[in-house]
């Protein structure tokens, strides 16, 4: 299982950007009568998901029934992610000691049937919500039964989009590794690791992904990124900063958690 790094900002407080990420988050309206909220270009919400225009973006969530106070699904539901995010009442052996609780159940088949279509109620939840576990649903196709379930996550801090056909960086984490590595919002990401992002998203999160696990491998104390400073003149190199080593693999979940993995639900413990 993923072990997730304690932020810099704390867990429960809306993450903070320069500029200020519900405000730089490109959202428009579209459909017959305008009533469908997508985006105005490509952007990275996670390492594994772009959202593209024309993509219908229905709500942002952060689970509030969960007795044991995780937003985290897998573990409301003790399954795996993908049974979780399915929402499917029993896990992979049909158990009923697996089953979603009622009260979560309850909470997510609202979030699911709800519909915002206008933009500034994106806004104002990005704004207010703990954004270490703000969710959002949307639809890839714009259809109703279509719908997909992500939580939003940041490279090293950095909020990665295609505003004009070029990976650009529009909006850095206060204090993040990516803020104190010198990478300002406008950069252009030209490679990362020495891997061309190809002006492409899925491309450059595969750069990052390789970039993060070559330099852990070899205990280096930082990856390298190539950018070009407001998409403009030469190159530059920016080092961004990784944890220190620990013996083991201590810090192994620290070191890659960015990386999309499957999350299985967290195992018992072991008895005396």
Do not use: C
């Not at 259809?143 to 295609?162: C, M, N, T, Y």
């Not at 061309?196 to 993060?212: E, H, I, P, V, W």
């Amino acid at each position: 299982m993923m072990v997730m790094a304690a932020p810099v900002r704390a867990q429960n407080q809306p993450v903070h950007m320069r500029p200020e990420f519900p405000l730089i988050f490109p959202l428009t309206t579209t459909g017959k009568d305008g009533r469908d909220v997508t985006v105005k270009y490509p952007v990275m919400i996670n390492p594994a998901t772009v959202l593209k225009p024309g993509m219908v973006l229905r709500t942002i969530y952060v689970l509030s029934t969960y007795s044991e106070g995780s937003s985290d699904l897998a573990l409301a539901h003790h399954g795996t992610m993908e049974e979780s995010y399915a929402r499917n009442a029993f896990g992979a052996n049909g158990s009923e000691e697996q089953k979603l609780p009622p009260e979560v159940a309850h909470e997510l088949e609202g979030y699911r049937r709800t519909v915002w279509e206008v933009p500034n109620n994106f806004v104002l939840a990005m704004a207010q919500y703990p954004t270490d576990a703000m969710h959002l649903i949307y639809s890839p196709t714009g259809k109703s039964q279509d719908l997909h379930d992500e939580r939003f996550g940041f490279f090293d801090g950095l909020f990665v989009g295609l505003p004009v056909g070029k990976v650009t960086v529009i909006a850095v984490e206060k204090e993040s590794k990516g803020d104190k590595a010198g990478i300002k919002a406008g950069d252009e990401i030209v490679a990362v690791g020495g891997m061309s992002t190809q002006n492409d998203l899925a491309t450059f999160a595969s750069a990052y992904s390789s970039a993060k696990k070559v330099a852990t491998e070899n205990e280096a104390s930082s990856y390298a990124m190539t950018i070009r400073p407001e998409g403009k003149g030469e190159a530059q190199t920016a080092n961004i900063p990784l944890p220190p080593k620990i013996t083991g693999n201590l810090m192994s979940g620290f070191l890659d958690e960015d990386k999309p993995v499957k999350k299985d639900a967290p195992a018992k413990p072991a008895g005396p």
